[in-house]
Structure formats: structure tokens, C-alpha cells
Nanobody, 125 residues
């Protein structure tokens, strides 16, 4: 049974930092990613990383502030979030898939077969 379990969400003041983690089990994942969904908005891409770490993509609105990384020995992907803004407030979801792509589809939710339950991040102003 494949599972993705997120942790690390919480409440932080603007300008602060949080580190999210997502532990996977049940299989290996070529692609591991983070998406987020704010109230009343669609789920949006945040970042994704390939198995080797040589392929990494970020959404423009987090570039330079967020860093994605992974530890394959623990099937875990991390999202270090710095310089947080109130507009970063959302439920953050881990996603994973057995395939990687360097094309635009790697940024789409439809590419990913496996999803975590989400962890809430609230940034106060």
C-alpha cells in the first residue's frame, strides 16, 4: 500500500520559516512534489524534484524563497520555506509518481498518482 504522510505545517509570522516533510512508503518514486491549495482557490504547483535531484522545478512565486530536497534512503521529500508571506497560507500537499518528465506536465496535478492528506500552513501578517 502506497502512503504519503506530510508533517511540519503550522502557524508562523510573516518573514519566518517552516520546513515540511513528506514520508513515502510502499514503492519508490521518480518524482516527488509539493502543491498547495488556499481557501477558495485551485490547487497549484509549488515545486518538484527528480529521484537524483538533478531535476528541480519551482513555481515563480516561490523561487528564491523555497527549497525542495529529498532523502531517498527514507523516501522523504522536504520543503524548506523561508521569507514566508501571508499569501503562502494554504494546505500543502505532497505528491509522488513513478515517472519523471522534463516537460511542463511535471507541474500539473494530473501527472501524480499518489497524494498525501495535506498539512496546513498559516502565515500571519
Amino acid at each position: 500500500q502506497v502512503q504519503l504522510v506530510e508533517s511540519g505545517g503550522g502557524l508562523v509570522q510573516a518573514g519566518g520559516s517552516l520546513r515540511l516533510a513528506c514520508a513515502g512508503s510502499g514503492r519508490t518514486f521518480a518524482a516527488m512534489a509539493w502543491f498547495r491549495q488556499a481557501p477558495g482557490k485551485e490547487r497549484e504547483f509549488v515545486a518538484t524534484i527528480s529521484w537524483s535531484g538533478s531535476g528541480i522545478y519551482y513555481a515563480d512565486h516561490v523561487k528564491g524563497r523555497f527549497t525542495i530536497s529529498r532523502d531517498n534512503s527514507k523516501s522523504t521529500v522536504f520543503l524548506q520555506m523561508n521569507s514566508l508571506k501571508p499569501e503562502d497560507t494554504a494546505d500543502y500537499y505532497c505528491a509522488a509518481d513513478g515517472a519523471w518528465s522534463s516537460g511542463w506536465e511535471i507541474r500539473l496535478p494530473e501527472h501524480y498518482d499518489y497524494w498525501g492528506q495535506g498539512t496546513q500552513v498559516t502565515v500571519s501578517s
